[in-house]
């Protein structure tokens, strides 16, 4: 059964960077792409971005892009979402989901999620 | 950009039907995914490709597709029901993936 594992919790100070990772596990994930999901506290799901394991192609919402950097290291089915300056308003549960096939596909599969909170 | 657009919320008596609308430019045309996210935990796929249900997910959800709309549609429903629902498209024309707002349906 194939599973995606997420980095522990982060407590951050604003201005601090950051990188929190996603594994797949039980699967090969090379032909998959892995997206990015924030979720701020009580409100709902939001595309950040989406890279494709195999070749490291990188999609980016508009309202995300500059804001952040994914990246993937595809010989251990890993992917990652970093920022180089924290800010407050970047606290939040982020999810990595998976997408096996063309990116008309559904997220098959999620990471447990990773909270992240920025606070001084 | 493209936009999905979901009722906040919705309630409904355990046993009855729950119709879930989410709206979009000619969201016929495109393909819709829909996912449960109960508090706490990571959303979950109940239905992809429009109408197909994953494995383990009850026959009692169904999705439809067409014009301006697609639906969730969950037959009798149960107390475990309760979560908030996200609709989602692929906008290929943009490149950018796009989750409606999400309905919390509330079982009476």
């Known amino acids: 059964e194939v599973q995606l594992v997420q980095s522990g919790a982060e407590v951050k100070k604003p201005g601090e960077s950051l990188k929190i990772s996603c594994k797949g596990s039980?699967?090969?994930?090379?032909?998959?792409?892995i997206g990015w999901v924030r979720q701020m506290p009580g409100k709902g799901l939001e595309w950040m971005g989406i890279?494709?394991?195999?070749?490291?192609?990188?999609r980016y919402s508009p309202s995300f892009l500059g804001q952040l950097t994914i990246s993937a290291d595809k010989s251990i089915s890993a992917a990652y979402l970093q920022w180089s300056s924290l800010r407050a308003s970047d606290s939040a549960m982020y999810y990595c989901?998976?997408?096996?096939?063309?990116?008309?596909?559904?997220?098959?599969?999620w990471g447990q999620g990773t909270l992240v909170t920025v606070s001084s | 950009s493209y936009v999905l657009t979901q009722s906040p919320a919705v309630s409904v008596a355990p046993g009855k039907t729950a119709r879930i609308p989410c709206g979009g430019d000619?969201?016929?045309?495109?393909?819709v995914h829909w996912y449960q996210q109960k508090p706490g935990q990571a959303p979950v796929a109940v239905i992809y490709?429009?109408?197909d249900r994953p494995s383990g997910i009850p026959e009692r959800f169904s999705g439809s597709n067409s014009g301006d709309t697609a639906t969730l549609t969950i037959s009798r429903v149960e107390a475990g029901d309760e979560a908030d629902y996200y609709c989602?498209?692929?906008?290929?024309?943009?490149?950018?993936?796009?989750f409606g707002g999400g309905t919390k349906m509330t079982v009476l």
């Open positions: 000619n969201i016929g045309d495109k393909t």
């Open positions: 490709y429009d109408t």
């Open positions: 989901a998976a997408i096996q096939g063309d990116l008309v596909d559904g997220f098959h599969i």
């Open positions: 890279i494709y394991l195999g070749d490291s192609d990188t």
């Open positions: 039980g699967h090969n994930l090379i032909n998959s792409w």
């Open positions: 989602q498209v692929w906008d290929s024309d943009r490149g950018h993936l796009v």
